[in-house]
């Protein structure tokens, strides 16, 4: 069975720094990329950042550039997003999602055929 599983999100102070994970099973990710989504209330899901496990490319919007790193545990079988400095716009619920990327476009995510059930991250005092 094709699952993501997100943990690791809560409540962060604005500066502060949260690890959220999408541990995959199911399926070998060798040929797909994971993608990290994320939806605030009232707004669109909007991209944040994606790994290609076929060649190592990574991606990141650029509102979280410099902040956010994406990356693989040793196992390669959970995808980490890595987030500092955050600020209150970056309260969400944060999705993964796999997909095979050739030839489309990291942040759309109507591309991403699998999804996870989301994890709260929320960044306030």
């Known amino acids: 069975q094709l699952q993501l599983v997100e943990s690791g999100g809560g409540l962060v102070q604005p500066g502060g720094s949260l690890r959220i994970y999408c541990a995959i099973s199911g399926f070998t990710p060798d040929q797909y990329a994971i993608g990290w989504f994320r939806q605030a209330p009232w707004k669109e899901r909007e991209g944040v950042s994606c790994?290609?496990?076929?060649?190592?490319?990574?991606f990141y919007r650029d509102s979280v550039k410099g902040r956010f790193t994406i990356a693989t545990d040793n196992d390669k079988n959970t995808v980490y997003l890595q987030m500092n400095s955050l600020t209150p716009e970056d309260t969400a619920v944060y999705y993964c999602?796999?997909?095979?990327?050739?030839?489309?476009?990291?942040?759309?995510?109507?591309?991403?055929?699998?999804w996870g059930q989301g994890a709260q991250v929320t960044v306030s005092s």
């Open positions: 999602a796999a997909g095979n990327m050739f030839g489309k476009q990291w942040y759309r995510a109507g591309d991403y055929p699998i």
């Open positions: 790994l290609s496990y076929s060649d190592g490319r990574t």
